[in-house]
C-alpha cells in the first residue's frame, strides 16, 4: 500500500486527474480525504488544496522511481504540487529524546512494542543516564550523551552522528533541553515535541504550580513540530481535562502526564502514517 500526500492551488480538476493517473497504472485507491481552505471562494486559486490518498498497485510491478517520475511530468507539473508518495512497507527510523521523567518514553515504547506505532525505533538518547535499564528493557540502543553548559554543539554534534541515517523522525518525549536553530533546521517538520499545556498558556518553570495559583479549569497538553521559536512550531495534537480547585499540585501533574503521552502518541502515529500536511505555521491532519 502506497500513501499520496499533495498540497497545492485549488483549482478544478485535481482529483480527477490523480484518480485517472492512478487507474491507468493499475492502482485501487482504498482511502481519499481533501480540503480546502475556502471550498466554495469564487477565485478557487487563490485558496490552498491539500489531499490524502492511499493506494494499492495489487496488478503492477512499476518500481517506486518510475511511478514517481511519472506523476511529476503528468500531474505535479500541470497543478505545481507539492507533493510525496510513499511506502508502508518502508517503515521510518524513529529517535527519541528524553530527559528524567519517563511517562511519554514508556507509552512510546508500550505501543510501539505492541505494533502501534509503525515505524523502525532505531535508539533513544538522553542527557541523563536514569532510564537506561527501562529502555534497554525494550531491546532499544540508549545513548546517555550529557550536555554540559556551554558544550551544546558539542552534545548536538554526538547526538548528529548517530543520528545519520537513522532518524527520520525525532520525537522530544519530555527532552528538557532547547535544541539549536542548526540542529532544528537539519529536521525541519520532523521534531515532535509534547508540551505541558494547552497552547498558548503558562511557559517557563513549574507550570502546574502557576495552573494552581491561577485556579484553572481545565489543563492540557500539545505536541508540536519544533522550530527554532520556543514552543511556537505547527501544532498537531491537543487535549485537555477539566480540574476543580480540589485537586492540588500533585494531582495535576499526574493528570497532565497522562494527556501529555495520550497526545504525543496521537501525533507520533500521525505522521507516521503521513497524516499530516504543514501550512506555514499550521498543519491539516486527516484522522
Known amino acids: 500500500m502506497a500513501r499520496l500526500l499533495v498540497r497545492c492551488a485549488d483549482q478544478p480538476g485535481i482529483v480527477a486527474t490523480i484518480s485517472n493517473f492512478l487507474y491507468n497504472h493499475g492502482a485501487n485507491i482504498t482511502a481519499l480525504d481533501q480540503h480546502s481552505t475556502d471550498p ?3 477565485k478557487p486559486e487563490a485558496e490552498t488544496f491539500f489531499m490524502r490518498l492511499e493506494f ?4 503492477s510491478d512499476l518500481p517506486a522511481e518510475v511511478l514517481s517520475r511519472s506523476f511529476q511530468r503528468a500531474v505535479a507539473d500541470r497543478y505545481d504540487m507539492q507533493w510525496k508518495i510513499s511506502y508502508v512497507a518502508d517503515l521510518k ?4 529524546f528524553v530527559s528524567r521523567y519517563d511517562h511519554a518514553l514508556l507509552e512510546l515504547l508500550w505501543r510501539w512494542s505492541r505494533n502501534e506505532l509503525p515505524t523502525q525505533l532505531s535508539m533513544v538518547v538522553s542527557n541523563h543516564p536514569d532510564l537506561e535499564e527501562a529502555v534497554t528493557g525494550f531491546g532499544i540502543p540508549f545513548h546517555h550523551i550529557p550536555v554540559e553548559k556551554g558544550k551544546k554543539e558539542e552534545a ?5 552522528e548517530l543520528l545519520e541515517d537513522q532518524a527520520d523522525l525525532i520525537v522530544l518525549a519530555r527532552y528538557m533541553q532547547i535544541l539549536t536553530s542548526d540542529f532544528v533546521d537539519r529536521y525541519k517538520n520532523r521534531i515532535i515535541n509534547i508540551h505541558h499545556s494547552f497552547l498558548p ?3 517557563g518553570a513549574r507550570p502546574y504550580r502557576q495552573a494552581k495559583t491561577r485556579g484553572v479549569k481545565l489543563i492540557g497538553a500539545t505536541a508540536h513540530y519544533v522550530t527554532e521559536t520556543l514552543d511556537a512550531g505547527p501544532i498537531i495534537e491537543q487535549d485537555v481535562i477539566r480540574v476543580t480547585h480540589r485537586q492540588k499540585v500533585g494531582d495535576l501533574k499526574e493528570l497532565g502526564a497522562s494527556i501529555e503521552r495520550q497526545v504525543l502518541a496521537r501525533a507520533v502515529r500521525w505522521h507516521l502514517e503521513d497524516r499530516v500536511i504543514v501550512d506555514e505555521n499550521k498543519t491539516v491532519v486527516f484522522v
Do not use: D, G, Y
Open 156 to 160: 548536538e554534534a554526538q547526538m548528529l
Open 40 to 42: 466554495h471562494s469564487r
Open 56 to 59: 494499492q498497485l495489487p496488478h
Open 93 to 96: 527510523k524513529t529517535a527519541i
Open 201 to 203: 498558556a503558562f511557559v
